[in-house]
């Protein structure tokens, strides 16, 4: 069971991640749009523009890639989440746009070990 402290401890590094994420994105050349969109039905960390595309952007942090690494902890539940809150988001537009769906994958404290997968989920 895991107390308060710690559980804010958690919550701190999950938004030092996405922080260093959306910076990182930044400095490619994406705009953010939002972060943190949630809905019953998923969270979205980071909404970005990249040009006329929208960019839904899934960011993991993993101190060790003792489990997998970030990469690994992207389940298909998860993935199915990240979809559907999308969908919520894009029926809050006037009109779709193109989109994408990218993941910034964070494994251990150096911030110059952030992959940028782009395209990662396919969606029918």
């Known amino acids: 069971m895991t107390d308060a402290s710690s559980r804010s401890t958690r919550a701190d590094v999950g938004q030092a991640a996405e922080s260093r994420a959306a910076a990182y994105l930044a400095a490619q050349g994406l705009a ?21 595309v929208l960019v ?3 960011v993991r942090r993993r101190r060790s890639s003792a489990y997998g690494g970030a990469a690994a902890s ?16 894009l029926a809050t537009l006037a009109h779709e746009p193109a989109c994408r769906f990218d ?12 992959d940028w997968r782009q395209d990662v989920i396919a969606v029918e």
């Open 32 to 52: 953010i749009v939002t972060r943190n969109f949630r809905t019953r039905r998923g969270e979205i960390d980071l909404i970005a523009r990249d040009g006329a």
């Open 56 to 58: 839904f952007v899934e």
């Open 74 to 89: 992207i389940t298909e539940a998860k993935r199915a989440r990240i979809v559907a809150a999308a969908a919520a988001y």
């Open 103 to 114: 993941v910034v994958l964070i494994d251990g404290d150096d911030p110059r070990r952030v």
